[in-house]
Nanobody, 127 residues
Framework: QVQLVESGGGSVQAGGSLRLSCVASGFTNSRYSMGWFRQAPGKEREGVAAIDDAGATSYAASVRGRFTISKDNAKNTLYLQMNSLKPEDTGMYYC?????????????????????WGQGTLVTVSA
């Protein structure tokens, strides 16, 4: 049974930084793609960043150049370094994993398409 546990959310002023972490367990093989989605109040969940088992990455246009996704396979941990945060980055951030390689499809994949989800960590950015 796959488990994804996020941490690192919090409140920060615009221009600040946060690093999210997601500790994964229960993977049956190493070929999972992983990523971060977020959901702002009243909005649909959207893909933020993704990374596949080979290390290829993709980002939403709104975060490209400000956010960096990475992983430490030895620690089974996924990270999202978020710099130059804006109020519109506010939302619940979810760690996600799937054997389907959704990295090339981050802009179009939906919640229903992906199998494993964490419970989320809240990020609040004030102006």
């Amino acid at each position: 049974q796959v488990q994804l546990v996020e941490s690192g959310g919090g409140s920060v002023q615009a221009g600040g930084s946060l690093r999210l972490s997601c500790v994964a367990s229960g993977f049956t093989n190493s070929r999972y793609s992983m990523g971060w989605f977020r959901q702002a109040p009243g909005k649909e969940r959207e893909g933020v960043a993704a990374i596949d088992d080979a290390g290829a990455t993709s980002y939403a246009a709104s975060v490209r150049g400000r956010f960096t996704i990475s992983k430490d396979n030895a620690k089974n941990t996924l990270y999202l370094q978020m710099n130059s945060l804006k109020p519109e980055d506010t939302g619940m951030y979810y760690c996600v994993a799937d054997l389907f390689d959704f990295v090339p499809y981050l802009a179009t994949v939906t919640s229903d398409d992906l199998e494993e989800w964490g419970q989320g960590t809240l990020v609040t950015v004030s102006a």
